[in-house]
């Protein structure tokens, strides 16, 4: 019954600013991964950030030096804080929480998406 809440999307100018957050809730195992994908219509969903719980960040070239991916474990929410936003950025985006046990069994959730929409 884990759950992923996203907020925090919306409409903005080019150059603009937005900070998505994403809380999980329910029986979560605390080694995990967090990350959000996006999906722009017409094409296929892709990772574009991801960290660990001890902090490792993984990044889409697309969005290197622009978005910054954080979390707080203490409560579960991972962020997404996107800066110099492009319209190529607007896409619904996704947030993902994944484990794995005892070197199998992946359990891997999703949240429900926000928009995000860039444009002048």
């Known amino acids: 019954q884990v759950q992923l809440v996203e907020s925090g999307g919306g409409l903005v100018q080019p150059g603009g600013s937005l900070r998505l957050s994403c809380a999980a809730s329910?029986?979560?195992?605390?080694?995990?991964?967090m990350g959000w994908y996006r999906q722009a219509p017409g094409k296929q969903r892709e990772l574009i950030a991801a960290?660990?719980?001890?902090?490792?960040?993984n990044y889409a070239d697309s969005v290197k030096g622009r978005f910054t991916i954080s979390r707080d474990n203490s409560k579960n929410t991972v962020y997404l804080q996107m800066n110099t936003l492009k319209p190529d950025d607007t896409a619904v985006y996704y947030c993902?929480?994944?484990?794995?046990?005892?070197?199998?069994?992946?359990?891997?959730?999703w949240g429900q998406g926000t928009q995000v929409t860039v444009s002048s």
């Open positions: 993902n929480l994944r484990w794995t046990l005892l070197r199998r069994d992946t359990y891997e959730y």
């Open positions: 329910g029986s979560i195992f605390s080694i995990n991964t």
């Open positions: 960290i660990t719980n001890g902090g490792s960040t």
